[in-house]
Nanobody, 122 residues
Framework: QEQLVESGGGLVQAGGSLRLSCAAS????????MAWFRQAPGKEREFIAA????GRSITAKGQFTISRDNAKNTMYLQMNSLKPEDSAVYYC???????????????????WGQGTQVTVSS
């Protein structure tokens, strides 16, 4: 079955960096649209970035960079200059039915990982 597993979260000081990974299995990774979202306590799930099969991407957070390695069935999120307000659970998501659109709405994605916690201390 489809499975998305995030890793790389943790505790970091403000100004620091983290690199999140999302390992996918059970789906045709090289053809799906992938995305990162995050959710802080008491807030709605928030779009961060999306990347299509060819590497074309859109990012809502300028200090974050999304990428993917289709040979490794893995997507990444490089997060630099982290701030306390970046603290949240970070989720990866996949959309099987792809078009040229890089969707930002969470309801456009079919599969979700369990999330990885990122905490940025001040």
């Amino acid at each position: 079955q489809e499975q998305l597993v995030e890793s790389g979260g943790g505790l970091v000081q403000a100004g620091g960096s983290l690199r999140l990974s999302c390992a996918a299995s059970g789906l045709a990774f090289s053809s799906v649209l992938m995305a990162w979202f995050r959710q802080a306590p008491g807030k709605e799930r928030e779009f961060i970035a999306a990347v299509n099969w060819s590497g074309r991407s859109i990012t809502a957070k300028g200090q974050f960079t999304i990428s993917r390695d289709n040979a490794k069935n893995t997507m990444y999120l490089q997060m630099n200059s982290l701030k306390p307000e970046d603290s949240a659970v970070y989720y990866c998501a996949a959309r099987r039915l792809t078009t040229e659109v890089l969707y930002t709405a969470s309801n456009k994605y079919d599969s979700w990982g369990q999330g990885t916690q990122v905490t940025v201390s001040s």
